[in-house]
């Protein structure tokens, strides 16, 4: 049950946080004419999170390497989520 209460907190931390970036720094206006992927839309994400301690080093090094950046980590010493972010293509 500890665990399941930790887990759900961890998410609405999460989720708080995304929404909390969206009202904080909204995202600009496109003209008409342009495209999704140009920068007036604002960057999209994609996220990848992992869940404990053991290997987190190896692991943010490797997910370095291949574009992503760390968004958020949150826990305890019991239980740790690390979060990572990388712009669609």
């Not at 989720?15 to 839309?41: E, I, L, N, Y």
Request: charged share 15%; with cysteine; aromatic share 8%.
């Amino acid at each position: 049950m500890k665990s399941l209460t930790v887990g759900l907190l961890l998410a609405l931390a999460f989720a708080g946080g995304c929404v909390a970036s969206r009202m904080a720094v909204p995202v600009a206006r496109a003209d008409a004419d342009a495209t999704p992927s140009s920068p007036a839309h604002g960057t999209r994400w994609e996220y990848l999170c992992i869940d404990g301690w053991a290997g987190v080093t190896h692991s943010a090094n490797q997910l370095g390497k291949e574009g992503w950046e760390m968004a958020s980590a949150a826990g305890t010493s019991d239980h740790m989520m690390w979060c990572f972010k990388r712009p669609l293509l």
